[in-house]
């Protein structure tokens, strides 16, 4: 919050208190880029957040600031945003403003991703493939 303050970014920044699920789902919808943010400790490559999930959902293109590891290589698998894997915010700024020229541009975002990989991770396409092994079992 104090670099906020320092920056003056108070106005163009909000904090959302928490708020349901489907709330959220709904703000996610509604916009054009959505934020994954793992930072860059190690100890996170590991970690697949649901929200990525829950982004799938939404499509809509994601800026994945995660490290190395699971999350990057399924958002690049799936081909639904960028991934910035360490500290360079001239990257991260360069990624938005190439959106943010394309929304101008286009009044939307380039979104193409591999809807192969995405229907893997669907919850009712993995519940059936469970229910197909238990009834081969």
């Not at 959302?16 to 996170?44: T, Y």
């Not at 700024?93 to 380039?110: H, L, P």
Request: net charge neutral; charged share 30%; glycine share 2%.
């Amino acid at each position: 919050m104090l670099k906020l303050k320092e920056r003056k970014l108070f106005d163009i920044v909000k904090f959302i208190d928490f708020m349901p699920k489907q709330k959220a789902l709904e703000i996610c919808m509604a916009s054009h880029l959505l934020l994954l943010l793992l930072g860059f400790n190690k100890s996170s490559e590991n970690i697949l957040p649901s929200k990525l999930f829950d982004y799938f959902l939404c499509k809509k293109p994601i800026l994945a600031i995660v490290p190395e590891g699971e999350a990057a290589n399924l958002v690049r698998k799936s081909r639904t945003g960028h991934v910035v894997s360490n500290e360079d915010p001239n990257l991260i700024a360069k990624i938005i403003d190439n959106y943010y020229r394309d929304f101008i541009e286009k009044g939307e975002v380039d979104y193409y991703p591999d809807w192969n990989v995405i229907e893997r991770y669907d919850s009712i396409a993995i519940s059936k493939r469970l229910a197909e092994m238990f009834d081969e079992i």
